[in-house]
């Protein structure tokens, strides 16, 4: 599904990203991770075509992202910015309704396809509310309602690509792994899922692999167990750990400090 091959960008011609190369295949879940200023929301922006790489290239489903239709990139690939800013007063109903905005599927499938994101993400009864008077974790979690209702198809086999630049930053602790379970249940109707995380126990909880990169390197990419060792986490985030077996999903538990 997505494909970044040897890609770098430069902003202000400094290099910021350096030679990556991923792939994320539908029914998968990437994790990125990365200390502050490491690189990660500047490979989301290349990503997503808001900035041109400098060398390498992104190929969503074999063909570079340049060459995809804006419908077509409307309906496969919904994308959920670090911050989403919207300052008129649309309810929040109006605000999941962008998504359908390039979908043709009728009054009635979109109302069924919003309320369904709505409460997906928890926020049905929010749909009445002025969007800006909500916290910043509703406000988080109606774009992400927004965003799973534009690539929401009764087509199972289309494959969509869903790119999340830290989903979870504003959110309490169960919505951040109500967030995560959803791009995992994403993932069982042909969806790629690149997730950019601060937290190592959610990635390792919900992804397939996780790619670390330190000043715009990449340093590992990997199974959570491969990747989450104790000397890595010192080397790229200056941080000691200990790495336990969590007890019921068998995965690694990084315990910080
Ligand atoms: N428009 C810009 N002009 C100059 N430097 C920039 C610009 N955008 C990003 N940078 C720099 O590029 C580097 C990478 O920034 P980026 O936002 O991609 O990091 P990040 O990994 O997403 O960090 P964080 O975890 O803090 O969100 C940083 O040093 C940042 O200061």
Known sequence: ???????????????????????????????VLGPNGAGKSTLFSALTGERLPATGQVLINQQPLSAISDNLRATQIGVLPQSSAL?????CYEVVSMGRIPW????????????????????????????????????????????????TTDNQQAPRLLLLDEPTSA?????????????????????????????FNLAARYADKIMVIKEGKQVVLG???????PGLIKEVFDIESQIINHPTYQVPVVLLG
Not at 87 to 91: I, V
Not at 104 to 119: N, V
Not at 223 to 229: A, H, I, S
């Open 1 to 31: 599904m997505l494909e970044v091959q040897n890609l770098s960008v430069n902003i202000q011609n400094k290099t910021i990203i350096e030679n990556i190369t991923f792939e994320v295949m539908p029914g998968e879940v990437l994790a």
């Open 87 to 91: 300052s008129f007063a649309f309810s």
């Open 104 to 151: 043709a599927t009728g009054k009635d499938k979109d109302a069924e396809i919003i309320q369904q994101a709505m409460e997906q993400v928890d926020a049905w009864h929010l749909c009445d509310r002025i969007y800006t008077s909500l916290s910043g974790g509703e406000k988080q979690r109606i774009h992400l309602a927004r965003v799973i209702a534009q690539i």
């Open 171 to 199: 959110l309490d602790p169960s919505h951040q792994h109500l967030t995560l379970q959803l791009a995992r249940q994403l993932t069982a109707s042909n969806t790629a899922v690149l997730v950019i995380l601060h937290d």
């Open 223 to 229: 199974e959570p167990p491969e990747v989450l060792k």
